[in-house]
């Protein structure tokens, strides 16, 4: 486990355009594709994974395009493990490559491969990829489905090959962090001074947990993607992993999260993915209160029930919503915001009918409700 005071930089690669894209009936156009880009770079990212070079001309061209943009961050393609991959990557002028094994027993069986196979395409694929690129990555896909002295001796080889740093891929979701902290801890202690970057997915909820306690436990970087798009249950959240690794926990990185709400959104708009009402960071449900305890809290001190501040993530303020739960502080602020200045008595007096418009309803009251409803209350 790295020690609390040990912060280092994280490097931050996203694959909305490759993995994220891969979610079922989800296509970015080139102009989407272009501007998803440019707001990853503004917001900080080191690396976009720009897409996958086989998949055609077109797939070429708009990767082209990305190049061209002359972003500053680090552009890269998502290869199979073969060397037409790798030429087509060539033919787009990205700095970097990722080349992706299959390690796993299951997985091998599936292509029809084994584990000689991968060991000796991996020295020859790195090798050649490296006259094309500058920045060679490998993937160990299936790793945590893998026997552990097989992916220790593709580590070292990836390694001894050259190549620049290797992803560890829980690639159907099944890891938790406490094996996700081994499996990195074990790696890094196998082959020291491998660059080591992780990939989750979130098919048991705990992409998120899985990626911090991957860096926890060594890991250098890691693969995300925004809104945690992507096949299945999604993958690593990069607002999730960003704000728990940079806000909260102290790791040095180069994230402007007061971008992030405007980035998840554009994304959610060209996904046709929309955000669901409480989803972490992003959610319209994070800055809304009812509970009448949590309202009056937070109106005496904004830390009081919000672990993080609107304006951080650029949001303008927390939404105080008139409802079932609300009490006399929450009352008395809503109806001063629309220049009502009440006493906690009159407040009092309003929660009754609150209560009984929100149960019949089962929805909350807007604010012009709620001055409707002062003035009929008060006569």
Not at 119 to 131: D, F, N, P
Not at 201 to 218: I, K
Not at 246 to 260: P, Q
Request: charged share 25%.
């Amino acid at each position: 486990m790295v020690e609390p005071e040990d912060r280092r930089s994280i490097w931050m690669v996203d694959t909305t355009l490759r993995d994220g894209e891969q979610a079922p009936g989800v296509v970015f156009t080139t102009p989407e594709r272009l501007g998803i880009a440019s707001a990853l770079a503004r917001i900080g990212v080191n690396e976009i994974e720009a897409g996958i070079p086989a998949m055609g001309e077109e797939a070429r061209r708009d990767i082209r395009k990305l190049a061209d943009l002359n972003l500053p961050c680090v552009l890269s393609c998502w290869c199979r493990a073969h060397s037409k991959d790798i030429e087509q990557a060539a033919q787009c002028r990205t700095p970097g490559v990722h080349i992706s094994f299959p390690v796993s027993s299951i997985l091998l069986k599936t292509f029809d491969r084994d584990e000689a196979w991968v060991l000796k395409s991996l020295a020859s694929l790195v090798k050649s990829a490296r006259t094309y690129f500058d920045r060679v990555s490998v993937g160990a896909q299936d790793a945590t489905r893998t026997g552990r002295d097989f992916l220790y001796r593709f580590a070292a080889l990836a390694a001894e090959s050259g190549a620049h740093r290797l992803r560890i891929a829980d690639t159907v979701g099944m890891s938790s962090p406490s094996r996700v902290g081994d499996l990195v801890a074990g790696l890094k202690k196998q082959v020291p001074g491998l660059c080591l970057e992780f990939h989750g997915h979130n098919d048991l909820g705990m992409a998120t947990a899985n990626a911090v306690t991957a860096v926890e436990a060594g890991a250098d970087a890691l693969s995300v993607t925004v809104n945690g798009l992507g096949e299945r249950a999604g993958n690593v959240p990069l607002e999730e992993a960003a704000m728990a690794l940079f806000e909260m926990g102290g790791y040095k990185g180069t994230m402007d999260m007061t971008r992030i709400t405007g980035l998840c959104r554009l994304v959610a708009k060209a996904s046709g993915r929309a955000i669901p009402p409480s989803k972490p960071i992003t959610g319209e449900n994070v800055f809304r209160h009812e509970s009448g305890i949590h309202c009056a809290g937070l109106l005496k001190h904004p830390s009081a029930y919000q672990l993080f501040q609107p304006e951080q993530v650029g949001e303008e303020a927390c939404d105080y919503v008139i409802g079932y739960h609300s009490g006399s502080a929450g009352i008395r602020h809503v109806l001063e915001q629309q220049g009502i200045s009440i006493g906690r008595p009159t407040a009092e007096k309003l929660i009754p009918h609150i209560r009984q418009l929100a149960r019949d309803r089962k929805s909350p009251i807007s604010p012009a409700e709620l001055k409707e409803l002062y003035f009929f209350v008060t006569g």
